[in-house]
């Protein structure tokens, strides 16, 4: 039912390509998503500190992908100006995922996937900028109403569960989960150029080999700082974990955003992967009961986050349905 909910989107978001080729990129993005949506499971079973846990999901990505790459013959030359873009969404990518792990280890699944949601919040504000366009008053309207909700989630969750129910640093997860949202804005955006220039596996493969280069450098730091309590090698069912999350969440899934990323504009993938923290949200309370770690505060904040989104879905059907009804006005069948 959700596939066909998705691939319906071309009516709300018209592009000037065939149906087909539409309804396969939704297709693609859904799948993504739902891939995505185990990142938070797995990333909460994993026994490894977030910048550990990234080092090496990144490490495992890249060499996948550049097994595959020679296989198949698909290495391309990146020219000088996209090569500065990769690096810098390297970069975010890096600090993005260990924001987001820092998040569920801090408080829990649910809360660091719901802070998520506001990746297209951010979006909307950041796309104007990055690109040079007109700022829509609405949307940054809408963009106060989910933050609304984050407030709600960090200012009562504590009080509603005497101290979240075991979650450490509770307000630690929220500021992170947020700050994982902000970047995750940022390099959907500046994804979208590259995505339509060259093959998906090619730029994933290089922005996660920028990214642990970069996480690389900072080891010496980060683990100096830990001292000899910190733990560098997965243990037990870890191995298992990292691979599925690499591969499949990671190979597989940004694979599959890349290409949809071709046809379908950065604000309409935002929007599809507020999908991951539904699926995330309800894989969190029936694996690890994190419902029972949750209350009011908690509910009342993702109602915000949600609603903010449906409205800014709604102004997009008027928008359009008006541009429509214009353009048959204009240029009546004859």
Same mark, same amino acid.
Request: proline share 3%; net charge positive.
């Given at each position: 039912?959700? %596939?066909?909910?998705?691939?319906?989107?071309?009516?709300?978001?018209p592009?000037?390509?065939?149906?087909?080729?539409?309804?396969?990129?939704?297709a693609?993005?859904?799948?993504?998503? #739902?891939?995505?949506?185990?990142?938070g499971?797995? &990333?909460?079973?994993?026994?490894?500190?977030?910048?550990?846990l990234?080092?090496?999901?990144?490490l495992?990505?890249?060499?996948?992908?550049?097994?595959? =790459?020679?296989?198949?013959?698909?290495?391309?030359?990146?020219?000088r100006?996209? =090569?500065?873009?990769?690096?810098? /969404? &390297?970069?975010?990518?890096?600090i993005?995922?260990?924001?987001?792990?820092?998040?569920?280890?801090?408080?829990?699944?649910?809360?660091?996937?719901? @802070?998520l949601?506001?990746?297209?919040?951010f979006?909307?504000?950041?796309?104007?900028?990055?690109?040079? &366009?007109?700022?829509?008053?609405?949307?940054?309207f809408?963009s106060?109403?989910?933050?609304? &909700?984050?407030? @709600?989630?960090?200012?009562l969750?504590p009080?509603a569960?005497?101290?979240?129910?075991?979650?450490?640093?509770?307000?630690?997860?929220?500021? #992170?989960?947020?700050?994982?949202?902000?970047?995750?804005?940022i390099?959907?955006?500046?994804?979208?150029?590259?995505?339509?220039?060259?093959?998906?596996?090619?730029?994933?493969f290089?922005?996660?080999t920028?990214?642990?280069?970069?996480?690389?450098?900072?080891?010496?730091?980060?683990?100096?700082?830990?001292?000899?309590?910190l733990?560098?090698?997965?243990?037990g069912?870890?191995?298992?974990?990292?691979?599925?999350l690499?591969? @499949?969440c990671?190979?597989?899934?940004?694979?599959?955003a890349?290409?949809?990323?071709?046809? #379908?504009?950065?604000?309409?993938i935002?929007?599809?992967?507020? #999908?991951?923290?539904?699926?995330?949200?309800?894989?969190? %309370?029936?694996i690890?009961?994190?419902?029972?770690?949750?209350?009011?505060?908690?509910? /009342?904040g993702?109602?915000?986050?949600?609603?903010s989104?449906?409205l800014?879905?709604? /102004? /997009?059907?008027?928008?359009?349905?008006?541009?429509?009804?214009?353009?048959?006005?204009?240029?009546p069948?004859?």
């Open positions: 039912m959700l %596939f066909y909910t998705f691939a319906g989107i071309h009516f709300i978001f592009q000037k390509k065939p149906t087909i080729i539409m309804k396969r990129a939704y693609q993005i859904h799948l993504a998503v #739902l891939l995505w949506g185990f990142t499971i797995l &990333g909460k079973a994993i026994s490894l500190s977030a910048p550990v990234v080092w090496y999901r990144m495992i990505t890249a060499g996948i992908l550049a097994i595959i =790459l020679t296989n198949r013959g698909d290495w391309i030359k990146i020219i100006k996209d =090569l500065v873009r990769i690096i810098g /969404i &390297g970069v975010m990518y890096a993005h995922w260990v924001a987001f792990y820092a998040s569920i280890k801090y408080s829990n699944a649910s809360i660091a996937m719901v @802070c949601a506001t990746a297209s919040v979006t909307a504000l950041l796309d104007p900028l990055l690109n040079k &366009g007109k700022f829509n008053y609405i949307e940054i809408l106060f109403i989910a933050i609304a &909700g984050v407030y @709600c989630i960090y200012a969750q009080h569960t005497n101290g979240s129910a075991g979650m450490v640093h509770f307000e630690w997860g929220v500021i #992170l989960g947020v700050i994982a949202a902000i970047i995750s804005a390099f959907t955006v500046l994804n979208k150029p590259l995505a339509e220039k060259y093959q998906p596996r090619t730029i994933v290089y922005e996660m920028i990214g642990l280069i970069f996480l690389s450098v900072l080891a010496p730091f980060y683990i100096y700082n830990q001292g000899e309590t733990q560098l090698l997965p243990q069912w870890d191995y298992l974990w990292i691979f599925l690499s591969y @499949c990671t190979v597989w899934g940004q694979s599959l890349m290409s949809a990323l071709k046809h #379908l504009s950065a604000f309409t935002t929007l599809s992967v507020n #999908l991951e923290p539904v699926y995330g949200i309800i894989l969190a %309370f029936l690890y009961k994190e419902n029972n770690q949750l209350g009011y505060g908690f509910y /009342i993702m109602g915000f986050i949600f609603m989104l449906m800014q879905i709604l /102004i /997009i059907v008027f928008r359009n349905k008006a541009a429509k009804d214009l353009r048959k006005n204009k240029f069948i004859q």
